[in-house]
């Protein structure tokens, strides 16, 4: 069975810091992984994806993140916030049952504050 | 190309009532979810379907049922509604069934009072 921890439910960092969401998996198959973004009273928007290939992959809005198979891990980063980053970030992995079920984290909400 | 669409936005409801929430998938794409996200949560898979088949569902009772139509639209209905549905619902569409990125709708706000 699969399943997502995302540790911290809320970051707060200041405009032009790093920004860094935990992302722990599990996964009995080499897992599909997601990280989405939602703003208040909008639905889910793909960050970046990893299925297979490069380790680092590299989203929209100048985010990424690196794919650990050691450490059961895709953290998300971004070098620099910005206002417009403050949001819910949501981890997902894609089941293996033949369909294509995401099992979400329980988020984590982002402040950025001046 | 079209995003994914949903509607109503929002909508109230009394408990025991029954609701139909609309989804128009992404041009190209013939598999449609549902989830349900609770205030505060992340969102619960409800099920998925693919060229108008049931093919995978989570963790919910029978009173919560779809359709998918042959443009590959899609209705969740929810009958007998409790109090606990209140949640938003996302529908999302994507290419196949299998383990591809899926692409959200925005969302109906269900409450029911």
């Known amino acids: 069975a699969q399943s997502v921890t995302q540790l911290g439910s809320h970051v707060s960092v200041s405009e032009g810091a790093l920004v860094l969401l935990r992302c722990n998996y599990s996964s009995s198959v080499p897992p599909y992984l997601f990280w989405y973004v939602q703003y208040p009273n909008q639905g889910l928007q793909l960050l970046l994806k990893?299925?297979?290939?490069?380790?680092l992959v590299k989203g929209i809005n100048g985010f990424e993140a690196e794919f650990k198979k050691s450490e059961t891990s895709f953290h998300l980063t971004k070098p620099s916030a910005h206002m417009s980053d403050a949001a819910e970030y949501f981890c997902?992995?894609?089941?293996?049952?033949?369909?294509?079920?995401?099992?979400f984290g329980a988020g984590t909400r982002l402040a950025v504050h001046p | 190309e079209t995003g994914v669409t949903q509607s109503p936005t929002h909508l109230i409801k009394t408990r025991g009532q029954q609701v139909t929430l609309r989804c128009s998938s992404q041009?190209?794409?013939?598999?449609v979810s549902w989830y349900q996200q609770a205030l505060g949560q992340g969102p619960q898979f409800i099920f998925q379907y693919y060229r108008e088949e049931e093919n995978g569902r989570g963790n919910f009772p029978p009173r919560f049922s779809g359709l998918q139509f042959p443009n590959y639209s899609s209705e969740l209905n929810v009958n007998a509604l409790e109090l606990d549905d209140s949640a938003l619902y996302l529908c999302a569409s994507s290419r196949d069934r299998g383990r591809t990125e899926a692409f959200f709708g925005q969302g109906t706000r269900l409450t029911v009072v």
């Open positions: 990893y299925t297979t290939g490069a380790t």
């Open positions: 041009s190209g794409h013939n598999t």
């Open positions: 997902a992995v894609s089941s293996s049952g033949g369909y294509n079920k995401l099992i």
